[in-house]
């Protein structure tokens, strides 16, 4: 059983920056061998893909909201994947969680509907 953990949520202003953290953990488990994506859901929102990296070779994706912005990368030692978000914007309000895809190791960008194992998510607040 996977376990993964979301942290590094924050009240933060416009314009500012915030470095999400997801530490995966489980018999087995190396963040390695999965694709990790981030979603987040805003408040009266679909849940919508943010940003994604592919198992193995570490190739990256994002939306075209987080193009430019957003920044996803992995620490193999620590089993960690995370998010660098800069220049934030209100729209950029909500909760993010990292998943993964456990039943068909599927390569980035994978919709919300085909991840499997969630984290709780942390909620970012961007307001002045």
């Known amino acids: 059983q996977v376990q993964l953990v979301e942290s590094g949520g924050d009240l933060v202003q416009p314009g500012g920056s915030l470095r999400l953290s997801c530490v995966g953990s489980g018999p087995g488990f190396l963040v390695f061998d999965y694709s990790v994506g981030w979603y987040r859901q805003g408040p009266g929102k679909e849940r919508e893909a943010v940003a994604c990296i592919s198992r193995n070779d570490g190739h990256t994706t994002y939306s075209n909201s987080a193009k430019g912005r957003f920044t996803v990368s992995r620490d193999l030692d620590a089993n960690t994947v995370s998010l660098e978000m800069k220049s934030l914007k209100d729209e950029d309000t909500g909760v993010y969680y990292c998943?993964?895809?456990?039943?068909?190791?599927?390569?980035?960008?994978?919709?919300?509907?085909?991840?499997?194992?969630w984290g709780k998510g942390t909620l970012v607040t961007v307001s002045a």
């Open positions: 998943a993964i895809d456990t039943r068909d190791h599927s390569r980035c960008p994978i919709p919300a509907w085909r991840m499997d194992s």
